[in-house]
T-cell receptor, first 109, second 122 residues
């Protein structure tokens, strides 16, 4: 089955700095890659996604890049704010959804 | 994005009782719903995949007689924790998969999560 690895597991950045979270996948049939943000005590929320026919997608301060050849994709958050602090999950979908193990992001004011 | 609700958001019960958690897709029909369990500061652990009108598919190590799943309609799936014990205390999250489009929209399905249910068994 699919194996999605996510790094780092924890990340602390100063407010205003950028944060990057990276994921790799193993199934070359994977064609859809969503990212979720989970705040404490809440369910994960879809924040951005990218499909395999696109190399990069941006939505305000967040962007996702995809390298199909290397089978990795990344989440980039620029100008981080304290409210960006949360756990972020990547996922890859082939026949099923497979989730990464999560990254706990802390933005220090 | 699509909306998935869960009820209740919190439940406290005595050991030995059964607890039912509902998951609803509010603005789309979900032929497939998923149930996850999450421990503090841990990732999502898929428990089972629920398909409308058929039996759920359970992940290895998940007791199907303990965690009963019913997906009676395209917008509702329920998880019943039977004879709950303190070790069943956890955060349970459902998700619903949107339908895949056709033609130019093929492969556009995605998953939306509910807000979760905090179960505490005394």
């Amino acid at each position: 089955g699919e194996n999605v690895e996510q790094h780092p597991s924890t990340l602390s950045v100063q407010e205003g700095d950028s944060a990057v979270i990276k994921c790799t996948y193993s199934d070359s049939a994977s064609n859809y890659f969503p990212w979720y943000k989970q705040e404490l005590g809440k369910g994960p929320q879809l924040i951005i996604d990218i499909r395999s026919n696109v190399g990069e997608k941006k939505d305000q301060r967040i962007a996702v890049t995809l390298n199909k050849t290397a089978k990795h994709f990344s989440l980039h958050i620029t100008e981080t704010q304290p409210e960006d602090s949360a756990v972020y999950f990547c996922a890859a979908r082939g026949n099923q959804f497979y989730f990464g193990t999560g990254t706990s992001l802390t933005v220090i004011p | 994005g699509a909306v998935v609700s869960q009820h209740p958001s919190r439940v406290i019960c005595k050991s030995g009782t059964s607890v039912k958690i509902e998951c609803r897709s509010l603005d789309f029909q979900a032929t497939t719903m998923f149930w996850y369990r999450q421990f503090p500061k841990k990732s999502l652990m898929l428990m089972a995949t629920s398909n409308e009108g058929s039996k759920a598919t359970y992940e290895q190590g998940v007791e199907k007689d303990k965690f009963l799943i019913n997906h009676a309609s395209l917008t509702l799936s329920t998880l019943t924790v039977t004879s709950a014990h303190p070790e069943d205390s956890s955060f349970y999250i459902c998700s619903a998969r949107t339908p895949s489009g056709a033609g130019a929209n093929v492969g556009t399905d995605t998953q939306y999560f509910g807000p979760g249910t905090r179960l505490t068994v005394l």
